[in-house]
Each structure stands twice: as structure tokens, then as C-alpha cells.
């Protein structure tokens, strides 16, 4: 599936931030439940709000921390669409 370009560059970024040995499984793992989900919206590309509900759906909650610090710096603002769920 087509990824907007400004979202696939911040997304390649916060994967680099990631620890190594993590990396590759996050990458896996949050861009296939990405692409999932916009195609589920009927989107034509994988949109910000893919991502982030991605990645708040698929990593354990021992990364959860990490993992909204990384988001807040890499410019994902997971608040807008009402991440995270209470």
C-alpha cells in the first residue's frame, strides 16, 4: 500500500530511534497494522492517524512509555486523534 510520504519519513526516523534489537520486529509489525487499518478506512495511502493507532494497538505495555516519548518527538501528535484511550 501507498504511504504519504511526509508520514513514511517520520515513521522511518522514529524506527531508527528504536532500539536495535527491537527494530526490526516494531517496523513489522506496526507498518503492516498500519497499512491494515487504512485499508480499512478505504484510504488510498497510509495516513498519520494508521500509524499512531498502529502503534498504540501492537506494542507491549513495557514499551508503552518509550513509545509515546518517541511518537511526541518524532512529530506524531497521537493526542489529536485521541490516543491515549482511558
Same mark, same amino acid.
Given at each position: 500500500?501507498?504511504?504519504?510520504?511526509?508520514?513514511?519519513?517520520?515513521? #522511518?526516523?522514529?524506527?531508527? #530511534?528504536?532500539?536495535?534489537?527491537? /527494530?526490526?520486529?516494531? !517496523?513489522?509489525?506496526? /507498518?503492516?497494522?498500519? !497499512?491494515?487499518?487504512?485499508?480499512? /478506512?478505504?484510504? +488510498? $495511502?497510509? !495516513?498519520? $492517524?494508521?500509524?499512531?493507532?498502529?502503534?498504540?494497538?501492537?506494542?507491549?505495555?513495557?514499551?508503552?512509555?518509550?513509545?509515546? /516519548?518517541?511518537?511526541?518527538?518524532? +512529530?506524531?501528535?497521537?493526542? #489529536?486523534?485521541?490516543?491515549?484511550?482511558?
Amino acid at each position: 500500500m501507498l504511504w504519504n510520504p511526509q508520514t513514511e519519513n517520520k515513521f #522511518k526516523v522514529l524506527i531508527s #530511534k528504536i532500539p536495535v534489537f527491537h /527494530r526490526h520486529i516494531t !517496523e513489522s509489525v506496526v /507498518r503492516g497494522q498500519a !497499512e491494515k487499518l487504512a485499508a480499512q /478506512r478505504n484510504a +488510498g $495511502q497510509v !495516513e498519520e $492517524q494508521d500509524v499512531v493507532a498502529a502503534f498504540f494497538s501492537d506494542v507491549p505495555s513495557p514499551f508503552y512509555s518509550m513509545m509515546v /516519548r518517541l511518537l511526541g518527538q518524532n +512529530g506524531f501528535d497521537y493526542k #489529536k486523534y485521541g490516543f491515549p484511550k482511558k
